[in-house]
């Protein structure tokens, strides 16, 4: 496994994460107690943790805070960088908090490594969520701030709004069928020194269906998600592809430690750009 700073400066992790968005129906159910597969899906980011993978993001939203905290039990906290997310309803100060100390609750630990904004919310002033957050990290509740779904304008504000503590990161959508980031929020982001997360990084599985993409994962001897995970992580980027089997995770983590050869990059690139 490959490590990186998250941030201009800051820790390293896994280049590779583990996302633990479901799906719709996994998030309704789960509000009504009911989670499917909640055992496999458990046993996924444990074996991803043996592979070395130590980068784990939830949100409050996804339902899916308990399983993290089942998974971590018994890990080394330290080892572990944790991030979740706040949802756009909760981003007043004292809601704020309240979401916080929830999540903390659900994940079992009394600290998460990167607090982020799922989304941003117009009706709530930017420097008010980022202040409070700035009082989180003083008070040792959050290791970093980030943001989630941030235009760049967005992000801009949100730079300016930190008094005291920097913007460590911002998750964003980012694969090699999306690539609408690079003309703005990924020059914003290299200026400033923050990390860039993708999420979706396999399109929807679309990318795995990809003839271009079977095709070159074919003639280097890796598979299809391995290579469109490291085609980001030779981005700069940090994927968070689903955890739900063990075996996708496993495989997930051995996108590390090789490079995509440049004509099989380009390749890639110009079949994805046409829509192939």
Known sequence: MEYREICGGCDKVSVVGMGTYYDAAWIVLSRLGIRR????????????????????????????????????????????????????THL????LFKALRASLSRLGTNYVDLYQVHFPNPRVPIG???????????????????????????????LQALKRHRLATVQMEYNLANRRIEADLIPLCKEN???????????????????????VAKEIGRT?????????????????????????????????????????REELERALERGA
């Open 37 to 88: 597969g909640a055992e496999l899906k458990v046993q996924a980011l444990r074996a991803g943790i043996r592979a070395g993978i130590n980068f784990i993001d939830t949100a409050e939203l996804y339902g899916s805070e308990p399983l993290v905290g089942r998974a971590i039990q018994g890990q080394r906290r330290e080892d572990l960088f944790i991030a979740t997310k706040v949802w756009p």
């Open 92 to 95: 007043r100060r004292e809601a």
């Open 128 to 158: 008010e969520t980022m202040g409070a957050m700035e009082e989180m990290v003083d008070k040792g509740l959050i290791r970093y701030i980030g943001v989630s779904n941030f235009s760049a304008p967005q992000l801009r504000a949100a």
């Open 193 to 215: 020194g923050i990390g860039v997360i993708a999420y979706y990084p396999l399109g929807h599985g679309r990318l795995l269906r990809n003839e271009v993409v079977i095709k």
């Open 224 to 264: 299809p998600a391995q290579v469109v995970l490291n085609w980001l992580i030779g981005r700069g980027a940090f994927p968070i592809p689903r955890a739900s089997r063990p075996d996708h995770v496993v495989e997930d983590a051995e996108a590390t430690g090789w490079e995509i050869p440049s004509e099989k």
